[in-house]
């Protein structure tokens, strides 16, 4: 992989958008209802949406390649994505559950990004902070029907926190790439993006009544291009177009 | 970077885009969502530029396959270029384009106060561009394209869609 900062900094923001989006995507006609379906295909697609810039860019400073080679063409360890977006749609709980987590990382990382002294990456923090305070807005509503409404709904998502919580830590365990980025000016600072986090998990896990877990955080090192055993079927899925058919477009 | 109002664009290549359109709100010409961003123009080639609505909006690359062949069809070879800053806002859209959408069965944009609290369900200030009346409830945050909130009005019961602000 090359090695330029930046470019891997871009890898990292862009996996964890390719891989969730991904993951949302499989939901596209099995949503519990039309409505959600909808709308988590919609968050799909401002996910891929943004993805498409992140790579456009990464492209362009590795001077070869496309968007579409960035995403497709590369091994699973050269994929820089968090444990947590690769954890699967389980049942509904666990699909909201997972989404709030990471809007609630996702919106305060896009308004730093704004900041950026990269002017692409503060433009793309621009357009995706929009997005990012919709999604978070509909994962929370969600979050308080579910913990809040039947006993079933509130023993699932309560189960769905007690897994997906460990997963949260990673988010916020700054890499090398990381910490050169925020010393740059570049990149979010992961600490500040932790309280602000922090705070809105506390509240709504408070009008959800659940509860996390105090289980210790799970050992992850995606962000170092090591990753769970559902990574392996996901590329096989996102990949297997372009490696059957090299350079096909639609 | 000012968003170039029609005035500024030279009135032939002004005539062009006004036949270009929204292919998923075809009754929005290019002109009147307001994502045009910059036209240069030397002799007969054109670089343009323009913004998405939202990231993953996948209108943006109809819309830049039908700007080059419209202006093919005059002669012209084109460049599109997809600029993000400065990010396209519902500001942007124009008044002819707010009133054109009404015409069509959505609900244009509420400014952004007004907006959040339609969209939380807080308030009933979406107006149903069937009847009029704001005895409106929203059904979806998220609707049939990503810019899209679902609506339903309870006095003509007929569904619709709403224009989300976006700024
Ligand atoms: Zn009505």
């Not at chain 1, 496309?66 to 994505?81: I, Q």
């Not at chain 1, 929370?140 to 830590?169: C, F, I, N, P, V």
């Not at chain 2, 807080?122 to 909130?149: D, I, M, Q, W, Y």
């Given at each position: 992989m090359l090695n330029n900062s930046l470019y891997r900094y871009l890898l990292l923001l862009g996996d964890n958008s390719l891989i969730l989006g991904h993951r949302?995507?499989?939901?596209?006609?099995?949503?519990?209802?039309?409505?959600?379906?909808?709308?988590?295909?919609?968050?799909?697609?401002?996910?891929?949406?943004?993805?498409?810039?992140?790579?456009?860019?990464?492209?362009?400073?590795?001077?070869?390649?496309?968007?579409?080679?960035?995403?497709?063409?590369?091994?699973?360890?050269?994929?820089?994505?968090?444990?947590?977006?690769e954890q699967p749609n389980t049942d509904f709980a666990h699909v909201i559950c997972r989404q709030f987590l990471w809007d609630a990382y996702h919106l305060p990382l896009m308004k730093a990004l704004m900041k950026s002294k990269d002017e692409t990456l503060a433009a793309i923090g621009a357009k995706g902070e929009k997005e990012a305070a919709y999604h978070l807005r509909f994962s929370s509503e969600w979050m308080k029907r579910l913990g809040d409404g039947t006993e079933e709904s509130h023993k699932r998502l309560q189960s769905a926190l007690d897994h997906l919580y460990r997963y949260s830590y990673e988010l916020f365990k700054e890499s090398e790439v990381e910490k050169e980025m925020k010393e740059k000016g570049i990149g979010a600072d992961l600490g500040k993006i932790l309280e602000e986090w922090k705070k809105t998990t506390e509240d709504i896990f408070r009008s959800s009544n659940v509860s996390p877990s105090d289980d210790p955080p799970a050992i992850a090192k995606g962000k170092q291009g090591f990753h769970t055993e559902h990574m392996g079927f996901i590329l096989a899925q996102i990949q297997y177009m372009q490696r059957a058919y090299p350079d096909m477009q639609w | 970077?000012?968003?170039?109002?029609?005035?500024?664009?030279?009135?032939?290549?002004?005539?062009?885009?006004?036949?270009?359109?929204?292919?998923?709100?075809?009754?929005?010409?290019?002109?009147?969502?307001?994502?045009?961003?910059?036209?240069?123009?030397?002799?007969?080639?054109?670089?343009?530029?323009?913004?998405?609505?939202?990231?993953?909006?996948?209108?943006?690359?109809?819309?830049?396959?039908d700007l080059k062949t419209a202006f093919s069809e005059h002669g012209f070879t084109t460049d599109i270029e997809l600029v993000l800053a400065p990010a396209w806002t519902t500001d942007d859209m124009s008044e002819a384009g707010k009133r054109k959408l009404e015409e069509y069965g959505i609900a244009s944009p509420l400014e952004a106060t007004a907006d959040k609290e339609a969209l939380m369900g807080e308030a009933h200030k979406v107006k149903c561009p069937r009847c009029g009346s704001t005895n409106t409830h929203l059904v979806s945050a998220f609707g049939s394209t990503a810019c899209k909130a679902h609506f339903k009005c309870k006095d003509c019961l007929e569904p619709f869609d709403y224009f989300k602000c976006l700024k």
């Amino acid at each position: 992989m090359l090695n330029n900062s930046l470019y891997r900094y871009l890898l990292l923001l862009g996996d964890n958008s390719l891989i969730l989006g991904h993951r949302l995507s499989e939901l596209c006609g099995h949503g519990p209802n039309l409505e959600t379906d909808i709308a988590l295909t919609n968050h799909s697609l401002d996910l891929f949406g943004q993805v498409r810039s992140y790579f456009q860019y990464a492209a362009k400073i590795a001077g070869e390649g496309t968007e579409d080679s960035v995403a497709f063409l590369r091994y699973e360890k050269d994929y820089l994505n968090v444990h947590l977006v690769e954890q699967p749609n389980t049942d509904f709980a666990h699909v909201i559950c997972r989404q709030f987590l990471w809007d609630a990382y996702h919106l305060p990382l896009m308004k730093a990004l704004m900041k950026s002294k990269d002017e692409t990456l503060a433009a793309i923090g621009a357009k995706g902070e929009k997005e990012a305070a919709y999604h978070l807005r509909f994962s929370s509503e969600w979050m308080k029907r579910l913990g809040d409404g039947t006993e079933e709904s509130h023993k699932r998502l309560q189960s769905a926190l007690d897994h997906l919580y460990r997963y949260s830590y990673e988010l916020f365990k700054e890499s090398e790439v990381e910490k050169e980025m925020k010393e740059k000016g570049i990149g979010a600072d992961l600490g500040k993006i932790l309280e602000e986090w922090k705070k809105t998990t506390e509240d709504i896990f408070r009008s959800s009544n659940v509860s996390p877990s105090d289980d210790p955080p799970a050992i992850a090192k995606g962000k170092q291009g090591f990753h769970t055993e559902h990574m392996g079927f996901i590329l096989a899925q996102i990949q297997y177009m372009q490696r059957a058919y090299p350079d096909m477009q639609w | 970077m000012v968003i170039p109002q029609p005035a500024d664009i030279a009135p032939e290549i002004l005539a062009i885009l006004e036949t270009v359109h929204d292919p998923e709100v075809p009754v929005l010409t290019v002109m009147d969502m307001g994502i045009m961003r910059k036209v240069e123009q030397n002799g007969t080639h054109l670089t343009i530029h323009i913004s998405p609505t939202y990231s993953g909006c996948p209108a943006m690359d109809t819309i830049a396959d039908d700007l080059k062949t419209a202006f093919s069809e005059h002669g012209f070879t084109t460049d599109i270029e997809l600029v993000l800053a400065p990010a396209w806002t519902t500001d942007d859209m124009s008044e002819a384009g707010k009133r054109k959408l009404e015409e069509y069965g959505i609900a244009s944009p509420l400014e952004a106060t007004a907006d959040k609290e339609a969209l939380m369900g807080e308030a009933h200030k979406v107006k149903c561009p069937r009847c009029g009346s704001t005895n409106t409830h929203l059904v979806s945050a998220f609707g049939s394209t990503a810019c899209k909130a679902h609506f339903k009005c309870k006095d003509c019961l007929e569904p619709f869609d709403y224009f989300k602000c976006l700024k």
